[in-house]
C-alpha cells in the first residue's frame, strides 16, 4: 500500500493543480469546439454520427453527464476530460509499480506521462492507449481472463473505432510474440481473447441497432467515408530528420525542430531495439518471470501501432497522442537494463527533457505557463475564461450579432473549423458537417448547399484562414461552389482580414 501512495500521490497532486490552473484558459475554436458542440447536441436529443458529424458516440454521452453535473458546457467538458486523465496517470504509474516493484519510477512515469498528456479535449485517446499496452502486457504474461481483456477491446470502440483498430493491431503483434517464442502453446489464450472482442462488439452493434438509422450512418459516414477518403486523417509531410523541417514545425525554434524530428524518426526504431532484446532474453522458461521485460515489450508492440497515429497526421498534437506507449516502454526497459537508481535517473532526465521540448508549445503553455499578460476574460453561459484580448474582442462582436440577427431555434452556419462558434452561442449547425476541412468533391457541395436550403440560417460565419497554410483549403477555394451560393444568397455584413459574416438577403428586396 506504502509504494502505491509513493507512485500515485505526486502525480496526482501536480495533475490536480494543473487542472485548477488552466481550467479556464483559452478556447480551442476547432477540434475542442467539435466535441462541446456534439455534447450539446446530444443533450437536444440527437445521436452523434447519424445527426452531426461526430466522433464515436460514447464520449459525447460522457461528457453530457458531466455537463448535466455541474451545469456549465466547456468547463464541465474540460473537467470530464480531467477525470480520464487521472485514469491514465493512475494506470500508467501502476502498470510500471507492478512490472518494476520501484514506486519511484512509478511516480516518474506518471509526471512524465502528464507532460505529454495534450490536448486536453483528447484524454480519451491517452487513455486507451496505455488500456492497450495494460492488455497487452496482460496477455504476455498470461494474467486474468482472456475473454475479458477481449472485451476490452470492445469497450474502446465505443469511444473510437481508431481505439478499436489500434487494439486489434497490438493484440495480433502479441500473440504472434508468443506464437514466435513459445510455439502453439503460445495461442491457448487466443480462442478466449478472440471470443470475448466479437461478444462485446456484438453487444455494440445490437445497442447501435436499436437506434433508427445510426448503424446505416456509421457505416456510410465512419467506415465508408474512410476508405472513399483513402486516409485516417488531413495527412502533413512526416518530419524525418534527414528532411528539411516541414511547414508544421517550421516555425519551432531550430533546436526544437531538431529534437521533433529525432523524437518522430527515433521512436519506431527504438520500439524494434526493445522487442529485439527482449526476443533474446524471453525464452520459453523465462516468460512471465521478467514482469519489466514484459511491460517493456507489450508497450513497444502497442506504440509500434499507435505510431500510426502520429504518421497520419504528423504535427505535435498528434505525437503528444501516442506518447504514453513510449513513456512505459522507456520506463519499464530502463528498470530491466539498469540498476534501479540509474533507470530513475534516466527517467527523470527524460522528463526534464520533454519539459524543455514542450515549453512555450500552445498546449504545454496553456496548462503550465505562469504569466497571463494581455489575457482578458471572456464570460459565457456558466462559463468563464482567460483567453487572448483580441479573441475576447472577436467572440464579443461575434456574439452581439448573432443574438441581434438571429434566434434562439435559427442554424447558423460556420467553416471550416470553427464549431465551437456553434457551441458558445448556442445555435443548431446549419449543416451535417460542423468541420469541414478535408478536400471536397462537387457532390459534396452540392450537399451542402441542399442542407443550407433547407436550414436557411439568417447568418454564415466564414473564416478566410487556411488549413494547414494550404491556399487549395482555404474554404472559399475548396468549397468554392458553396461559397459562390453564399455570395449569391448573402450580403456580407462584415469582412475582416480573418472572416466574413453573411447575412441572409431578404427575399422581398
Not at 190 to 204: E, Q
Not at 312 to 325: E, G, K, T, Y
Amino acid at each position: 500500500m506504502t509504494d502505491v501512495v509513493i507512485s500515485l500521490a505526486l502525480p496526482l497532486l501536480v495533475l490536480l493543480g494543473s487542472t485548477w490552473f488552466s481550467l479556464h484558459k483559452g478556447i480551442n475554436l476547432g477540434d475542442e469546439g467539435y466535441l462541446v458542440y456534439g455534447t450539446q447536441a446530444v443533450l437536444r436529443g440527437e445521436v452523434p454520427v447519424r445527426d452531426f458529424r461526430a466522433y464515436d458516440p460514447a464520449r459525447y454521452y460522457w461528457c453530457a453527464l458531466w455537463c448535466r453535473l455541474i451545469g456549465s458546457e466547456f468547463i464541465a467538458i474540460r473537467i470530464a476530460m480531467a477525470v480520464f486523465s487521472a485514469l491514465s496517470v493512475c494506470l500508467i504509474s501502476l502498470l510500471v509499480l507492478w512490472a518494476t516493484g520501484n514506486p519511484v519510477l512509478g511516480s516518474l512515469a506518471g509526471l512524465a506521462s502528464l507532460l505529454w498528456m495534450h490536448p486536453r479535449h483528447k484524454q480519451i485517446e491517452h487513455f486507451f492507449s496505455l488500456v492497450c499496452c495494460s492488455v497487452v502486457f496482460a496477455v504476455l504474461c498470461g494474467l486474468g481472463q482472456p475473454f475479458w481483456l477481449g472485451v476490452i477491446g470492445a469497450v474502446g470502440a465505443a469511444f473510437g473505432l481508431n481505439i478499436l483498430t489500434y487494439f486489434i493491431g497490438s493484440a495480433v503483434l502479441s500473440f504472434a510474440l508468443l506464437w514466435l517464442v513459445r510455439g502453439a502453446a503460445g495461442l491457448e489464450a487466443l480462442p478466449g481473447f478472440v471470443l470475448g472482442l466479437l461478444v462485446g462488439v456484438a453487444v455494440l452493434i445490437l445497442i447501435a441497432a436499436l437506434v433508427p438509422g445510426f448503424l446505416r450512418s456509421y457505416l456510410d459516414r465512419k467506415v465508408l467515408a474512410l476508405l472513399r477518403r483513402g486516409t485516417t486523417n488531413l495527412a502533413l509531410p512526416k518530419p524525418w530528420i534527414w528532411r528539411a523541417p516541414p511547414r508544421q514545425i517550421a516555425g519551432f525554434p531550430r533546436l526544437r525542430r531538431l529534437a521533433v524530428q529525432a523524437l518522430f524518426t527515433l521512436m519506431p526504431v527504438f520500439y524494434l531495439a526493445i522487442l529485439v532484446l527482449a526476443a533474446q532474453t524471453l525464452g520459453k522458461e523465462s516468460l512471465g518471470k521478467d514482469q519489466a521485460t514484459l511491460l517493456a515489450s507489450a508497450a513497444s508492440l502497442c506504440g509500434l501501432v499507435y505510431f500510426h497515429h502520429a504518421a497520419s497526421r504528423a504535427d505535435l498534437n498528434h505525437i503528444h497522442q501516442v506518447m504514453q506507449p513510449f513513456i512505459v516502454t522507456l520506463a519499464a526497459g530502463m528498470a530491466a537494463t539498469l540498476p534501479a537508481p540509474l533507470a530513475v535517473v534516466v527517467l527523470l532526465l527524460f522528463g526534464i527533457a520533454s519539459g524543455a521540448l514542450l515549453w512555450r508549445t500552445s498546449e504545454f503553455s496553456r496548462t503550465w505557463a505562469i504569466h497571463t499578460e494581455g489575457a482578458a476574460p471572456f464570460v459565457n453561459g456558466r462559463d468563464r475564461f482567460l483567453i487572448r484580448q483580441d479573441l475576447q474582442r472577436k467572440l464579443i462582436l461575434q456574439r452581439e450579432v448573432v443574438h441581434a440577427r438571429s434566434g434562439p431555434q435559427d442554424a447558423l452556419f460556420v467553416a471550416p473549423a470553427l464549431p465551437a462558434l456553434l457551441a458558445l452561442f448556442h445555435r443548431k449547425s446549419a449543416v451535417y458537417d460542423t468541420f469541414p476541412v478535408y478536400p471536397a468533391s462537387v457532390s459534396a457541395q452540392l450537399r451542402m448547399i441542399r442542407e443550407l436550403e433547407c436550414s436557411a440560417p439568417p447568418l454564415a460565419i466564414i473564416s478566410k484562414g487556411m488549413i494547414d497554410q494550404r491556399e487549395d483549403l482555404r474554404f472559399e477555394n475548396n468549397y468554392s461552389l458553396v461559397f459562390d451560393y453564399l455570395a449569391e444568397q448573402y450580403e456580407c455584413l462584415s469582412e475582416t482580414p480573418g472572416e466574413y459574416i453573411f447575412r441572409r438577403r431578404d427575399p422581398a428586396r
